[in-house]
């Protein structure tokens, strides 16, 4: 399936009541916090990042069609049962599948939220009928997969973003992912060491037109001192590898959208700016704001935090117009445009308006 060749929907996203502008913003704001360069201008990494969506449900309804081109293949062993994670890149959903087609016995492990759009996958491709899911966090998921490792069972599992197998702060580590963090879940690494099975890397990517999947070797349990030091130290290694795969093919990382929940970040709410920004000029803060309009509502959307601040249509007016203008103003000044000082307090705390 040529890349080249996905026809996407004419999009439009600049336009502040576009359809599909807050989704342009929030994936460009996702992206800006992870890297300091991309090869890629904004709108072409939109563009491209639809694209890649696009490619993924094509190849969900062909998913038996779908060839990888497979690297590292002599790290897998199909006579031993092992539990195989990915990350939601490339064409992911066809990893079950290749594993299947090379022997292995293989059992699907679902978050709660992703469990209906893998049953709709049944459906839908009757290549995916002999598979069995698990849903890890309902209250028999742990059980069942007990039982089914006893019987030989293999299982594969995505651990990039959602829910795992033991959802609870205790089971939780924040690892370092390009230039920001993310609080994940040990859930999986975790489960491995429990049940003394393998825990093996593999990575999907699209380049070239073709599919390739990479198998790396299984993390060494030998190297940590029990389950706990395991669960934490194989989720920082298995993002660390993942992150060469994400610099490489960004646009591919369907999670990327969704990141900002699980982003860990401090609040950037500075209370002691009104102070010290007294006899300064103050101009709208358009590197970290932007407009979008849903609804007949009117919002300013903070590419720092991807926050939306619903504001009056006066006030949209006012900082658009401000900012086409490059307009400088005074906290005196402001005072004539607003009814109270408190509100130009927290325009200027949240760094809505800023020191020109």
């Keep these: 399936m040529d890349f080249n060749n996905i026809n996407i929907q004419q999009l439009e996203w600049n336009s502040f009541e576009s359809k599909n502008r807050l989704k342009y913003l929030n994936l460009i704001s996702n992206k800006n916090k992870l890297m300091d360069d991309c090869e890629l201008n904004n709108d072409d990494f ?5 694209k890649n969506q696009q490619m993924v449900v094509k190849e969900n309804l062909s998913l038996a069609k779908t060839e990888f081109k497979a690297i590292g293949e002599h790290h897998l062993d199909v006579s031993q049962p092992s539990i195989y994670c990915s990350f939601r890149i490339g064409a992911f959903m066809s990893i079950p599948i290749f594993l299947l087609k090379k022997g292995v016995d293989l059992i699907v492990l679902s978050s709660k939220e992703s469990y209906s759009k893998v049953m709709d996958l049944k459906k839908k491709n009757k290549a995916y009928d002999g598979i069995e899911v698990i849903k890890v966090n309902d209250p028999n998921g742990f059980r069942k997969i007990i039982t089914e490792s006893k019987k030989g069972k293999s299982f594969f599992c ?87 795969y994400f610099l490489k093919y960004p646009t591919q990382w369907e999670s990327l959208y969704y990141l900002r929940d699980f982003l860990k970040e401090d609040d950037e709410t500075d209370i002691a700016l009104v102070h010290e920004v007294k006899n300064e000029s103050l101009g709208f ?72």
């Design 46 to 50: 939109f563009t491209d990042f639809i």
């Design 158 to 244: 995505l651990i990039d973003v959602g829910r795992s197998v033991n959802d609870n702060q205790k089971h939780k580590a924040v690892v370092d992912f390009g230039n920001a963090q993310i609080e994940t879940m040990i859930g999986i690494p975790y489960l491995s060491h429990v049940l003394k099975m393998p825990l093996v890397p593999l990575f999907s990517y699209r380049a070239d037109n073709l599919n390739y999947i990479h198998i790396e070797e299984e993390i060494d349990k030998n190297a940590y001192k029990d389950r706990m030091d395991f669960g934490l130290g194989a989720t920082h290694l298995l993002w660390e590898k993942f992150e060469r």
């Design 285 to 356: 803060n358009e590197k970290r704001y932007t407009f979008f309009i849903r609804d007949n509502e009117y919002y300013l959307f903070d590419y720092e935090t991807c926050h939306q601040f619903n504001v009056s249509k006066y006030m949209f007016v006012f900082f658009q117009k401000i900012n086409e203008a490059k307009t400088r103003l005074r906290l005196h000044d402001l005072k004539s445009f607003f009814k109270t000082e408190k509100i130009i307090e927290n325009f200027i705390e949240k760094k809505i308006l800023i020191p020109a």
